[in-house]
Every structure is written in structure tokens, then in C-alpha cells.
């Protein structure tokens, strides 16, 4: 059974950019029939995009909650400890740097891809978290 919020959002808002993307772009001999099918399916896939984001979602949240409770410190600690590297690289490399350099400060060079690994695991910390504090709210 699909969330409420969602059946909510892809009936509304996605659910009028369908209706629009459907009067713009399919040619004038498509049936009205035809087009309220396409409508229909259009936001049956787009209903079933959004539950599998839904799931996975929760299958992140549910990691993140086992890991909390766990009682050995790395396994809870490696995601705050990722975001105060990061912070750190870019306090050094674009704060810091521009005014000691002179004094022998050297830039922290980070190949591209941890950089991007850095920023994906706190992209979904923050996003996880984001939507946590939201459905807490909402209860």
C-alpha cells in the first residue's frame, strides 16, 4: 500500500505535470481515450518510482537505526567522522589555505573518487535524517 504523502504528491503536483506534459507533446491525433490512458499510466509509473525510492529510503533508515544501536563505537561513529573530515578539508583547502599558504600551508588533495563517495554517504545521512525529523513531526 502505497504512503499517503506520496499517493498525495504523484495525484497532485506530479499528476498535474503529467496532464501538461501530455497536452504539449502528444500529437493532436491521439484520442482523448489514448490520453487519459497515458495519463493513468503515466502516474502508475510514477507512483511505483516514488514507493521504490520510498523503500529504499527506509531500507537506508533502518541501517542507519542498527547501527545506532550498536554498542562498538565505529560502527555509529564512521558517518560523523566522514562529515568532520570533509568539513576539515574544506575549512583547510578554501578558508584556511587562501591566508597561510605563505606560512607553508599545503592543500589536502583528495582524489575524485573518494570525493564523491564523501559526498553521496553524507548526501543520505543528511537526506535520512532530514526525513526522519520530517516524519516525526508529521506524527
Same mark, same amino acid.
Given at each position: 500500500?502505497? +504512503?499517503?504523502?506520496?499517493?498525495?504528491?504523484?495525484?497532485?503536483?506530479?499528476?498535474?505535470?503529467?496532464?501538461?506534459? $501530455?497536452? =504539449?507533446?502528444?500529437?493532436?491525433?491521439?484520442? @482523448? =481515450? &489514448? *490520453? &487519459?490512458?497515458?495519463?493513468?499510466?503515466?502516474? @502508475?509509473?510514477?507512483? =511505483? /518510482?516514488? @514507493?521504490? &525510492?520510498?523503500?529504499?529510503? +527506509?531500507?537506508?533508515? $533502518?541501517?542507519?537505526?542498527? +547501527?545506532?544501536?550498536? +554498542?562498538? %563505537?565505529?560502527? %555509529?561513529?564512521?558517518?560523523?567522522?566522514?562529515?568532520?573530515?570533509?568539513?576539515?578539508?574544506?575549512?583547510?583547502?578554501?578558508?584556511?589555505?587562501?591566508?597561510? *599558504?605563505?606560512?607553508?600551508?599545503?592543500?589536502?588533495?583528495?582524489?575524485?573518487?573518494?570525493? /564523491?563517495?564523501?559526498?553521496?554517504?553524507?548526501?543520505?545521512?543528511?537526506?535520512?535524517?532530514?526525513? &526522519?525529523? %520530517?516524519? *516525526? @513531526?508529521? =506524527?
Amino acid at each position: 500500500m502505497p +504512503e499517503p504523502v506520496v499517493t498525495s504528491i504523484v495525484q497532485g503536483t506530479l499528476g498535474r505535470v503529467i496532464d501538461r506534459l $501530455a497536452d =504539449k507533446y502528444l500529437p493532436s491525433s491521439v484520442s @482523448e =481515450k &489514448e *490520453r &487519459e490512458e497515458f495519463r493513468i499510466r503515466a502516474r @502508475e509509473l510514477a507512483l =511505483k /518510482e516514488a @514507493e521504490a &525510492e520510498a523503500r529504499a529510503i +527506509e531500507s537506508v533508515n $533502518a541501517t542507519i537505526r542498527e +547501527e545506532g544501536r550498536s +554498542e562498538h %563505537w565505529m560502527q %555509529w561513529a564512521w558517518r560523523p567522522l566522514i562529515g568532520f573530515t570533509f568539513a576539515a578539508v574544506v575549512i583547510n583547502n578554501y578558508i584556511l589555505l587562501p591566508y597561510f *599558504r605563505n606560512l607553508g600551508l599545503q592543500p589536502i588533495d583528495i582524489p575524485s573518487g573518494i570525493w /564523491e563517495s564523501m559526498l553521496v554517504i553524507l548526501g543520505v545521512a543528511a537526506g535520512t535524517r532530514g526525513l &526522519e525529523k %520530517w516524519a *516525526r @513531526e508529521r =506524527k
